[in-house]
């Protein structure tokens, strides 16, 4: 089953043709400004730099030569690394602050990837800090290692802290490795990973009594004890002044839900001053909906409509017990939202034209993300039977009035169709311009997966895939 | 995933880059020790023999000062011999190599600098004036800084260093330790220990 347009140029901008009542949106008169990835890598050297710098008071306060003993040396790398563990450790709280800047230079997606890979180092270098130092000082003084942490958690001030932070955090990365990770309960594994605010706080005094470099007031000291506030600042201001600025100012309520399929709703909701909130199709917030049962989660979904001004929509396939409970909202509800975030936008193009491929509920960002596109784009939207093909007629209606080509393929990933449609050649064959778009993944993971290996071998680099994932 | 691998690795090989780099042989230090302490052995009457090759000099340091003690004056090593100079000619002959005490009247002032020595709050390395067979000042050229330290390091100044400190009154390195700083103080006597060794 597969449905194209061609023709419908030219009627494009303004006037747009209401269809269906409320679920046609206005076209936005133009697709939104380019942001490209040079903010992502403008911060990127930033942090590089700003680690070399963090080992730099190291480096100019120990005389060359000086490491003449085992003990030295192994003392010397155990402070590198707790210089490098401290500084890791305030970018990765950094990286979740949801800093709207940041949100806009890096977005979710790729913030996501950076915490996991530095989460990963961070552990990693800690742990080095700790058995290094141990091993130093044990031998400088002679003792076993096991004597050695009897002496720190005894006679040092704030050692037990350290030593309970590093504890905190082995378990939070340990509760991150993916399989232990699905096993866990959402909100446990949350909780866990939340008390990870602990470690800045237990981390933070040894840092300053036995610190060798940041003993000393001076600049050092200071610079360090700056970057903390700054820091700390930035967790409030994202993930407290602004949401809470954001929801006063725009005051969502739940307008109306509807069902879009048998096992799929639609959220509608209003505010005030709509018109001015700067939201791009794509990007999702962190809804929390103020109701007995639910106030107390906060979910990620995308709008599924590009801002119109007068309302905002999710569309949400009902999985579980919070999904669930998403269908008995009564109109009125206050809503508490966080964001707009993420890069799965069509400001972060990098070509002209697009190919968009949506697997089942997976169309939601990619529905709002058409009325933004520049005309030209290509639709793909996998299903696995008629009845999960959501939004059908807004789609319809944007393909005519987006000059896009839209293709259903329904059918289980093992059909011959849609199997041979997947492949790099059935791709090439629709899309023949396919390696000069921009490719937008959204679905289940294995359509995600299986697309990218097509893709990639039908010759797409990869800085032309994005990936919608919300997943942290 | 790999790029965390890769992040790892990268800090793993630059901390041990870093390292080494900073621990590769203080050439230029240990080369500074040597000119002061090479005109010890003649003028020391007193010498006591067993010290001088002894010098358990951690590292390069002791190996290379001990060739060139014995390659430069083969009498020295007999402590009785010192006596005979005659050290009036002798001060000429030194005074470049210690051009900060000239002031000193006595002809054989000197200055002897110990090794250094790391403990975990920083590095240690003290000076002693040597005067005839007396120390008669000590000067801690790097003790730890910052924070507490500082503190610890002004208490073991205040105690061991100057003219009329514990070490000149005592004229040995078995210092009463200083509370609150026993590492610096241990380190401030190895150093002075072997400071001691180099100049007598």
Redesign the interface.
Same mark, same amino acid.
């Given at each position: 089953m597969t449905y194209s347009h061609t023709h419908a140029a030219g009627r494009r901008t303004g006037t747009s043709s209401r269809h269906g009542g409320r679920s046609a949106a206005p076209v936005p008169p133009q697709s939104p400004a380019r942001r490209g990835p040079g903010g992502r890598r403008l911060l990127g050297v930033l942090l590089l730099v700003g680690l070399l710098a963090s080992v730099l008071p190291w480096w100019l306060g120990t005389p060359a030569g000086s490491l003449r003993t085992p003990a030295a040396t192994v003392t010397a790398a155990g402070r590198i690394t707790g210089l490098v563990a401290g500084y890791l450790l305030l970018v990765q709280v950094l990286m979740m602050s949801r800093l709207p800047v940041l949100e806009r230079w890096i977005g979710g997606e790729h913030t996501a990837r950076w915490h996991r890979d530095i989460g990963a180092t961070l552990l990693v270098t800690v742990l080095a800090h700790m058995s290094l130092i141990l091993v130093g000082y044990a031998d400088l003084r002679n003792q076993s290692i096991l004597a050695e942490v009897g002496t720190l958690l005894g006679d040092y001030e704030d050692m037990v802290s350290a030593f309970v932070a590093t504890g905190i955090m082995v378990l939070v990365g340990f509760t991150s490795i993916r399989a232990i990770r699905r096993a866990l309960p959402y909100e446990l594994w949350h909780l866990l990973h939340l008390s990870s605010y602990l470690i800045l706080l237990l981390g933070f005094g040894h840092q300053f009594t036995h610190g060798a470099q940041l003993y000393k007031p001076g600049p050092v000291r200071t610079g360090w004890i700056a970057l903390y506030v700054l820091v700390v600042a930035a967790v409030l201001w994202g993930r407290v002044i602004a949401p809470l600025a954001f929801n006063l100012r725009y005051k969502l309520r739940v307008a109306d839900v509807v069902a879009e399929s048998t096992d799929t709703i639609s959220i509608y909701l209003t505010g005030e001053r709509l018109g001015r909130l700067a939201m791009l199709g794509g990007q999702h917030f962190r809804w929390r909906f103020l109701t007995r049962g639910c106030w107390w989660q906060s979910h990620p979904f995308s709008v599924s409509a590009a801002a119109n001004g007068r309302w905002l929509r999710i569309t949400v396939k009902v999985v579980g017990t919070h999904t669930a409970d998403l269908r008995d909202l009564d109109p009125g509800t206050r809503v508490w939202a966080e964001g707009p975030s993420g890069t799965f936008t069509a400001a972060h193009r990098l070509r002209e034209r697009a190919l968009l491929i949506a697997g089942g509920s997976g169309i939601t960002p990619i529905r709002a993300m058409l009325e933004e596109l520049p005309p030209g784009a290509a639709l793909i939207y996998r299903a696995r039977t008629p009845a999960d093909v959501l939004l059908s007629r807004e789609l319809d209606w944007l393909a005519q009035e987006r000059d896009t080509s839209l293709w259903y393929v329904i059918g289980s990933r093992d059909d011959p169709g849609p199997r041979q449609l997947m492949s790099p050649d059935g791709l090439r064959q629709l899309v023949p311009d396919v390696a000069r778009r921009d490719v937008y993944l959204c679905g289940p993971p294995g359509l995600v997966e299986q697309s990218v290996r097509a893709l990639r071998r039908a010759g797409v680099p990869r800085r032309q895939i994005h990936l919608a994932t919300f997943e942290l | 995933?790999r790029?965390?691998l890769l992040?790892?690795t990268g800090?793993?090989a630059s901390?041990?880059a870093?390292?080494v780099f900073? %621990?590769?042989? %203080?050439?230029?230090?240990v080369a500074q020790n040597l000119p002061t302490a090479q005109p010890v052995n003649p003028t020391a009457p007193g010498a006591d023999p067993s010290a001088d090759p002894a010098a358990p000099g951690?590292?390069p340091a002791g190996e290379v000062a001990t060739p060139s003690k014995t390659a430069d004056a083969p009498v020295s090593p007999k402590p009785g011999k010192t006596t005979a100079r005659p050290s009036g000619t002798k001060t000429t002959t030194k005074a470049p190599s210690t051009p900060r005490t000239t002031k000193a009247p006595q002809p054989t002032t000197r200055r002897v600098t110990g090794n %250094?020595f790391?403990?975990?709050?920083?590095?240690v390395q003290v000076q002693i004036v040597v005067s005839g067979n007396r120390i008669v000042e000590a000067v801690a050229l790097?003790l730890?800084? %910052?924070?507490?330290?500082?503190i610890h390091s002004g208490d073991v100044r205040d105690r061991y260093d100057g003219s009329g400190g514990e070490v000149v009154q005592k004229q040995n390195a078995n210092l009463n330790t200083v509370s609150g700083a026993t590492?610096t103080s241990n380190s401030y006597k190895q150093s002075l220990r072997s400071a001691i060794e180099q100049a007598f």
């Open positions: - | 995933m790029r965390a992040a790892i800090l793993a901390t041990t870093l390292v900073k %621990g590769s042989p %203080g050439a230029t230090q951690t590292d %250094g790391d403990n975990e709050y920083g590095y790097s730890p800084s %910052g924070g507490e330290s500082d590492e």
